[in-house]
């Protein structure tokens, strides 16, 4: 897996949801805006302390997460 160094897991910081470095900006807040139809340019506006890098490295741990489940999905 490509490294993913600005998407961090800290126990103290938003009860241990993966958020990107520096911010307490969730991968989910960025994954759900982009679900419902807003564009990457539209994340970086609402959010101004991120860059573009972020919300790529935030849609590539969830791929990266949902690619672990989908053999759990296929064992039931």
Not at 22 to 32: A, C, H, N, P, Q
Not at 63 to 72: C, H, K, M, P
């Amino acid at each position: 897996m490509e490294k993913l160094d600005r998407i961090i897991i800290n126990p103290d910081v938003c009860l241990g949801q993966p958020t990107v470095r520096g911010t307490r900006i969730t991968v989910s807040v960025i994954l759900k805006m982009l679900a419902a139809g807003k564009s990457i340019q539209e994340v970086l506006e609402a959010y101004p302390e991120l860059e573009a890098e972020d919300v790529q490295q935030a849609i590539k741990y969830a791929a990266w997460v949902v690619s672990d489940q989908i053999n759990l999905v296929s064992a039931e």
